[in-house]
Each structure stands twice: as structure tokens, then as C-alpha cells.
């Protein structure tokens, strides 16, 4: 059976075909994420910074029932404005397909993308996880899952403390993904750089995350890899501040009955508000930092493939 491959613009499709270096996109930080205008800056500026590093950046997207992999700037500014646009993880995907619909991918299905696409490298905010109360709803991301059988490595900058972070790694390690915290022994936790647990592994420079990348896939395993790469310093929140602003926001939620696909967006959304503003500005840095460092490795990956 032939597997479908999304369209490729053309400048991801010339250095695919050049065994360059690519790092895919997703795009709910568009069309779910953030607000217009700042999504659509945030989207711009994501690209720039792999542009600058060395890689070309492949946004994934669905638009009007079409598989995409890689947005010129009018599709970028047309899917930030769009009021019609539905949120597709994995298992969404062939419906948006069948009804035309335009979607913004989730993680995991960006992941699905970039492999169905041949890129390797995936730079996004921080994955989905382990629910807090998950023992009772089973509410576990599906980016987990996608992980444990879809080869793409992402970059992240660890899980939000929305979830619950020691099961979120306990899945992992069950799924056999290598986590890799990059230039810490701490895994990190979005808006602060430590979460109070250990991370598995720690490698200092992008060559070194594509040199065990590379062994990875070569030894077969068929895992993702979840590289956590901490927020800067000087965007960092502080534990006690965004502890007791996440705390305000579940509360919130589990009084109004919220959970489920509702449950992360509201909770981001609340959390901006009770912020100020200060928790979309941590997310915004930490994105293109995540960028930053994902397009060094396509680069360094890049370099190993063709040697």
C-alpha cells in the first residue's frame, strides 16, 4: 500500500531532494495558540530563526483537505486569520481530509507529517502528556504514543506543569523514548527551566544530539526522540509564580467542568490572563529558542547523513 505524503512547497521539496536540512513546524500555535496578530508573528519569527540557523522550516499544515508541508507567507497569514480552522491530532487527520476542512496540526500529527515527508527534526513548544487525575479520565496526549512509533526527534521545551511530569516520563520510558535534556540535568518544564525531576540523559551540543539521533535510527528502534531543551534564562518564570497561576486556572477549570480536547486551550488561555500577558511572552521565547536549536541539529544531521 502506497502511504500518502503531504505536498511539499517548493523550497522544502529542493532541499529534501538536496539532503539538506529541514525542520518541521506545527501549526496550532496558529490557528489555536495564540491570538491574531501574534500568532501570525510568532509563526514569521519561528521560520526566521531556523532560516538564520542554517535550515529551511516546513510549517505542517491541512489545508482545505490537503496534506502540506511547508506554507508560503499568504497561507501562513490566511490560516492565522481563520475562524473555520478545526484542531487535528493524528486521528484527525482523514476527517479533515474527507471535508475539505482546513486544520492546524497537533504535535502528533505534525510528527506523522514530517515522517510521511522524510524530515526528521520537529521544533515545537512542549508536547502533550500525562493528565493530572489521569488514573481516573485515562486523559494521556496521543504525542505520547506518537513518540513510541513515529522516528521524528522533538524539540521542546519539556511539558507545561499543567500535567502530571513524573508519569508523563514514566510513559515515555515506556514507550521507549529516549529523552535527552539539552545543557541540564533537569528535565524542564516550559515556563521554568527545572520541573524537580532528573532528566534521563544530557548532551551540551547539537552535534551530539545528531550523532545519537543517527545511532538511533540506525539501531531500528522505530521511537521518536523527545529532546528538552530549557527555557532562556531571561524569559524564564518563576516556579512559585506560575505554580500558583496553573493551580488558579485547574481550579477554574474543574469548577466550569472543562476537560478533555477543551481542557489545554483553556487552561493556556487562562493562564495568559491571570499572567498578564507574561506567560505568551515565555512562550513565545521559548519557541524560538526551541527553533534555534532544532535547526542546528537538522544542520549537524544533515552533515552525517551525507558522510
Do not use: W
Given at each position: 500500500?502506497?502511504?500518502?505524503?503531504p505536498?511539499l512547497?517548493?523550497?522544502?521539496?529542493?532541499?529534501?531532494?538536496?539532503?539538506?536540512?529541514v525542520?518541521?513546524?506545527?501549526?496550532?500555535?496558529?490557528?489555536h495558540?495564540?491570538?491574531?496578530?501574534?500568532?501570525?508573528?510568532?509563526?514569521?519569527a519561528?521560520?526566521?530563526?531556523?532560516?538564520?540557523?542554517?535550515?529551511?522550516?516546513?510549517?505542517?499544515?491541512?489545508?482545505?483537505?490537503?496534506?502540506?508541508?511547508?506554507l508560503e507567507s499568504v497561507?501562513?497569514?490566511?490560516?492565522?486569520?481563520?475562524?473555520?480552522?478545526?484542531?487535528a491530532?493524528?486521528?484527525?487527520?482523514?476527517?479533515?481530509m474527507?471535508?475539505?476542512?482546513?486544520?492546524g496540526?497537533?504535535?502528533?500529527?505534525t510528527?506523522?507529517l514530517?515522517?510521511?515527508?522524510?524530515?526528521?527534526i520537529?521544533?515545537t513548544?512542549?508536547?502533550?502528556?500525562?493528565?493530572r487525575?489521569?488514573?481516573?479520565?485515562?486523559d494521556?496526549?496521543a504525542?505520547?504514543?506518537?513518540?513510541g512509533?513515529t522516528?521524528?526527534?522533538?524539540?521542546?521545551?519539556?511539558?507545561?506543569?499543567?500535567?502530571?511530569?513524573?508519569?508523563?516520563?514514566?510513559?515515555?520510558?515506556?514507550?521507549?523514548?529516549?529523552?535527552i535534556?539539552?545543557?541540564t540535568?533537569?528535565?524542564?518544564?516550559?515556563?521554568?527551566?527545572?520541573?524537580g525531576?532528573?532528566?534521563?540523559?544530557?548532551?551540551?551540543?547539537?552535534?551530539e544530539?545528531?550523532?545519537?539521533?543517527?545511532l538511533?535510527?540506525?539501531?531500528?528502534?522505530?521511537?521518536?526522540?523527545?529532546?528538552a531543551n530549557?527555557?532562556?534564562q531571561?524569559?524564564?518564570?518563576?516556579p512559585?509564580?506560575?505554580?500558583?497561576?496553573?493551580?488558579?486556572?485547574?481550579?477554574?477549570?474543574?469548577?466550569r467542568?472543562?476537560?478533555?480536547?477543551?481542557l489545554t486551550p483553556?487552561l493556556?488561555a487562562r493562564?495568559?490572563e491571570?499572567?498578564?500577558?507574561?506567560?505568551?511572552?515565555a512562550?513565545?521565547?521559548?519557541?524560538?529558542?526551541?527553533?534555534?536549536?532544532?535547526?542546528?541539529?537538522?544542520v549537524?544531521?544533515?552533515?552525517?547523513?551525507?558522510?
Amino acid at each position: 500500500m502506497t502511504l500518502l505524503k503531504p505536498k511539499l512547497s517548493r523550497e522544502v521539496a529542493e532541499m529534501l531532494a538536496a539532503g539538506g536540512p529541514v525542520v518541521a513546524l506545527e501549526s496550532t500555535i496558529i490557528t489555536h495558540g495564540m491570538p491574531y496578530p501574534a500568532n501570525l508573528e510568532t509563526a514569521l519569527a519561528v521560520e526566521a530563526v531556523v532560516r538564520e540557523n542554517g535550515a529551511v522550516p516546513a510549517t505542517m499544515a491541512v489545508v482545505e483537505g490537503e496534506l502540506r508541508a511547508g506554507l508560503e507567507s499568504v497561507e501562513l497569514e490566511s490560516l492565522a486569520q481563520a475562524k473555520d480552522v478545526v484542531k487535528a491530532s493524528g486521528r484527525d487527520l482523514v476527517v479533515a481530509m474527507v471535508r475539505r476542512q482546513s486544520a492546524g496540526t497537533t504535535v502528533s500529527a505534525t510528527m506523522l507529517l514530517a515522517d510521511l515527508a522524510g524530515i526528521d527534526i520537529f521544533a515545537t513548544g512542549g508536547v502533550g502528556g500525562v493528565h493530572r487525575g489521569a488514573e481516573q479520565t485515562f486523559d494521556i496526549s496521543a504525542d505520547l504514543t506518537e513518540l513510541g512509533r513515529t522516528r521524528t526527534a522533538v524539540v521542546c521545551a519539556g511539558v507545561k506543569s499543567i500535567l502530571d511530569i513524573a508519569k508523563t516520563l514514566e510513559y515515555l520510558e515506556t514507550q521507549r523514548v529516549p529523552v535527552i535534556a539539552y545543557g541540564t540535568d533537569e528535565f524542564p518544564a516550559f515556563f521554568t527551566r527545572s520541573s524537580g525531576y532528573k532528566a534521563d540523559h544530557r548532551l551540551d551540543t547539537p552535534e551530539e544530539i545528531a550523532r545519537a539521533m543517527h545511532l538511533h535510527h540506525r539501531l531500528g528502534t522505530g521511537t521518536g526522540l523527545l529532546i528538552a531543551n530549557p527555557i532562556p534564562q531571561e524569559a524564564a518564570l518563576t516556579p512559585e509564580f506560575i505554580d500558583g497561576t496553573i493551580a488558579d486556572a485547574v481550579r477554574e477549570a474543574d469548577e466550569r467542568g472543562i476537560g478533555r480536547k477543551e481542557l489545554t486551550p483553556f487552561l493556556l488561555a487562562r493562564i495568559n490572563e491571570l499572567s498578564k500577558g507574561e506567560s505568551l511572552k515565555a512562550n513565545i521565547e521559548l519557541v524560538k529558542n526551541n527553533a534555534k536549536l532544532a535547526a542546528k541539529m537538522a544542520v549537524a544531521y544533515a552533515a552525517l547523513k551525507k558522510g
